[in-house]
């Protein structure tokens, strides 16, 4: 089982910076992509930024809307994935998820409990 704690959300306010942490822990399969998801009230929830593992090519995929403002950075040896969010907007507001995708033969994903950011402005 793989377990997900992440920290660093909270209150700022617009033109702000928060940078979210997320360290996986358990078994992990090799081959993954470690990330971020987010989910403002009443919408779908969204991409925002992931990383591969070494294993699966090391790529870096981002969210349309996060236009250069944010970075995601890994650490594989601590199993720790960063994002830094630069610029924040009101719009940005969400409950953010942590995720591990496992690409085993099958896709298994694993979700942190979520941080609430609230961007004001």
């Known amino acids: 089982q793989v377990h997900l704690a992440e920290s660093g959300g909270g209150l700022v306010q617009a033109g702000g910076s928060l940078r979210l942490s997320c360290e996986a822990s358990?078994?992990?399969?090799?081959?993954?992509?470690m990330g971020w998801y987010r989910q403002a009230p009443g919408k779908q929830r969204e991409l925002v930024a992931a990383?591969?593992?070494?294993?699966?090519?090391?790529?870096?995929y981002y969210g349309d809307f996060v236009k250069g403002r944010f970075t995601i950075s890994r650490d594989n040896d601590k199993n720790t994935v960063y994002l830094q969010m630069n610029s924040l907007k009101p719009e940005d507001t969400a409950v953010y998820f942590c995720?591990?995708?496992?690409?085993?033969?099958?896709?298994?994903?694993?979700w942190g409990q979520g941080t609430q950011v609230t961007v004001s402005s």
């Open positions: 995720n591990l995708k496992e690409l085993r033969w099958r896709t298994i994903d694993y």
């Open positions: 990383v591969t593992s070494a294993g699966s090519g090391g790529s870096i």
């Open positions: 358990g078994s992990i399969f090799s081959l993954n992509h």
